[in-house]
């Protein structure tokens, strides 16, 4: 007769198939998201003809509307941090040497991965529809309105640094940078809302979907190298 020990106790297998379930459904749901982001692109191009939907129209008119100097600035700021040498390529080498700096390998392979994939989805589906800018755009932009590449990488960079640091400050943070990234698209006419809309989709669900199969190796990463002293003081999520 088997002890209570021995049928009480998880076999390995066991614990490895229920952390493997455990991401499997993050997984699936950020292949779905990424479906049906490209299904928004699809509709629009071919049922709509590649015109604005009708929210995109009104939206835009409010926003060109109410356009001054003191907004003026601020979405220029983030046109320049979200795309360009700066924010294609500085900014992201500067953050995996950062990951490294602190021995946060994983990270930097996790946070490289989800940028490049999602900044090669973007440039894809932009090719395949090749959707119109507004007429009202105030900066240069390249071909292919749809979706918004600067939107979509600043909430690849949110997922991916909420899922690294797991605290509630640096969502907010996040959440925010990415609505303000996605509100200054529009208010320089570059995108359309659902350009940005999907955009935003695209880019939190390649984060998700390359966060699956790495969340045991930055889990391990995580308490093997503890947060760095100047983060200690500040407020973590509570359990």
Avoid at 92 to 117: D, E, G, T
Avoid at 146 to 168: D, E, K, Q, W, Y
Wanted: glycine content about 8%; aromatic content about 10%; charged content about 15%.
């Amino acid at each position: 007769m088997m002890s209570p020990s021995r049928v009480t106790a998880p076999e390995p297998e066991t614990e490895g198939e229920a952390k493997r379930i455990s991401r499997r459904w993050p997984l699936i749901s950020g292949i779905v998201a990424v479906v049906l982001v490209a299904a928004l692109g699809g509709i629009i191009a071919f049922r709509q003809a590649n015109l604005p939907l009708e929210l995109d129209t009104e939206w835009m008119g409010e926003l060109v509307e109410h356009r001054s100097d003191f907004w003026l600035a601020p979405a220029l700021v983030f046109n320049n941090v979200g795309g360009g040498l700066f924010g294609a390529l500085i900014l992201p080498l500067l953050i995996v040497a950062a990951f490294c700096l602190f021995r946060r390998f994983q990270a930097a392979i996790y946070f490289a991965v989800a940028s490049i994939i999602s900044a090669g989805i973007v440039q894809l589906l932009k090719n395949v529809f090749e959707r119109p800018r507004p007429e009202d755009i105030l900066v240069t932009a390249d071909i292919g309105s749809f979706p918004s590449g600067h939107t979509a990488n600043a909430a690849t960079m949110a997922v991916v640094f909420g899922f690294i640091f797991r605290r509630l400050w640096v969502w907010i943070v996040g959440i925010g940078y990415t609505v303000l990234m996605l509100l200054s698209r529009n208010y320089l006419g570059a995108h359309w809302l659902s350009d940005t809309v999907g955009g935003l989709i695209l880019g939190a669900a390649v984060a998700v979907i390359v966060w699956a199969p790495l969340a045991h190796r930055l889990y391990l990463e995580r308490r093997a190298h503890p947060r760095p002293v100047f983060l200690r003081a500040l407020p973590t999520r509570s359990r």
